[in-house]
């Protein structure tokens, strides 16, 4: 068993320091949810594979030397006719304002069921499969592609987990709703926050609190998924399958940048999946790793280790000198 894939897009990420003007400085790093839950999973111990596709470009090169550095393995195409996906992060005030995405004719936006056939000894080889609602939102190829990785999964006996990830500035309401309902029915495990879940449901969200989360994650189980998670932010997280809801509160935080948190959160959630860990700790995990993730600026870089996260839930100590 290779741990858990992820299949989806990663592309390079501008920052400029403050509102972009003529001259100002761009940090370039990379991005993309597949990716930073893959790197999660490493940083916790676990095997973790990303597989994408790539321009045949310094982004691409870039965005692929950055994850394996993290110990991730990585499998991906190399397109020649077509760019690396890219992203700018706007900024106000010192803090993340609104991203943009760069990413239409991207070579990771060609992706198609051909190419999942030809990794297919890579999913099949899985003990989990991660996929997220993005993938599906760059168009009928790349949504067509993740609906086929998810039955090689199921077919050879893999767990398939879906983050619902929905991205307005990518498809529209109505367009995703039929979309992301039918790639959750073809799950085993489903993450979502609470506008999300409603959004699947085609309901209201109803108010923010452990019983309304419960009944969303209700929701979506009764659409396929063996076990639905809805990620509620500051009240933490909860999780229905096969009994009683489960709700794990998580502590506060001085949020800096919440940009990759609900990666963070399924990362620390699959690595205590696939060790085999009750559900209560899974959802432990993944709040404190989303905690991590949220008190310091970027997508990933937060993303915690095993002793970090101890460290984490310590009393505040001197400092080392």
């Known amino acids: 068993m290779s741990g858990v894939v992820t299949l989806g897009e990663t592309m390079a990420l501008l920052t400029p320091p403050g509102r972009l003007v003529a001259g100002s400085s761009l940090v370039v790093g990379i991005g993309g949810a597949e990716s930073n839950v893959a790197i999660g999973l490493a940083r916790l111990g676990a095997v973790a594979t990303w597989i994408s596709r790539v321009g045949d470009d310094d982004l691409g090169r870039a965005v692929v030397r950055e994850i394996r550095a993290e110990g991730v393995r990585v499998v991906a195409d190399v397109d020649a006719d077509a760019p690396t996906g890219l992203m700018l992060k706007e900024m106000r005030g010192g803090r993340p304002h609104r991203v943009r995405y760069y990413r239409a004719g991207s070579a990771a936006s060609r992706l198609s069921p051909a190419h999942v056939d030809a990794v297919a000894g890579e999913i099949r080889a899985a003990r989990v499969l991660h996929l997220t609602g993005i993938t599906a939102a760059l168009g009928p190829g ?31 309401d109505d367009a995703a709703r039929p979309a992301l309902a039918e790639l959750v029915a073809a799950v085993d495990l489903v993450f979502a926050g609470p506008d999300e879940a409603a959004l699947v449901l085609g309901r209201d969200p109803g108010p923010a609190d452990a019983a309304t989360g419960a009944s969303l994650a209700a929701g979506l189980a009764g659409l396929g998924p063996a076990t639905a998670v809805v990620k509620l932010g500051e009240l933490g997280a909860v999780a229905v399958g096969g009994g009683a809801p489960v709700h794990a509160p998580t502590r506060p935080i001085d949020v800096v940048d919440a940009v990759g948190a609900g990666d963070a959160f399924v990362a620390g959630y699959l690595a205590e999946l696939v060790e085999g860990h009750p559900v209560e700790r899974c959802l432990a995990t993944g709040n404190a790793a989303g905690g991590a993730v949220c008190g310091v600026p970027g997508d990933w870089e937060g993303l915690p280790t095993r002793a970090e996260l101890a460290d984490a839930s310590a009393p505040p100590a001197e400092v080392l000198r």
């Not at 039955?151 to 307005?168: E, F, M, Q, T, Y």
């Open 142 to 172: 790349p949504r067509a592609a993740v609906l086929h990785a998810a039955a090689i999964a199921r077919d050879a006996g893999v767990l398939v987990s879906v983050d619902v990830n929905h991205r307005r500035t990518l498809w529209t």
